[in-house]
Nanobody
Framework: QVQLVESGGGLVQAGGSLRLSCAAS????????MGWFRQAPGQEREFVAA????????LYADSVKGRFTISRDNAKNTVYLQMNSLKPEDTGVYYC?????????????????WGQGTQVTVSS
């Protein structure tokens, strides 16, 4: 069973950038589709981005296309989310997740393993 730990969150002004990391242990991420999700206070968890086993195929929520980039380094067992041009509506807890399948999807229920999350706050 893979364990996931996110880091890199913090407080940033609108227009700024952050890079989130998700370090895995207890297993290799190379067999998983890896995704990022976020949850704002009082709202449901929503899909942000996902990457296939090799990282060759990626999927993004419309709200982050062109601003966020997901990448993965299977040798380091780590997934990243580069977030640029941040907006106040990007505020939330960001979660890393692993999906034990071959299809890159943004469906929350498909993901088998989750990290504890890292807080991202974007001030206006």
């Amino acid at each position: 069973q893979v364990q996931l730990v996110e880091s890199g969150g913090g407080l940033v002004q609108a227009g700024g950038s952050l890079r989130l990391s998700c370090a895995a242990s207890g297993g290799t991420i190379s067999r998983y589709v890896m995704g990022w999700f976020r949850q704002a206070p009082g709202q449901e968890r929503e899909f942000v981005a996902a990457a296939s086993w090799s990282g060759g195929r990626t999927l993004y929520a419309d709200s982050v296309k062109g601003r966020f980039t997901i990448s993965r380094d299977n040798a380091k067992n780590t997934v990243y989310l580069q977030m640029n041009s941040l907006k106040p509506e990007d505020t939330g807890v960001y979660y890393c997740a692993a999906d034990d399948s071959a299809v890159v999807l943004g469906t929350t229920s498909r993901y088998d393993y989750w990290g504890q999350g890292t807080q991202v706050t974007v001030s206006s």
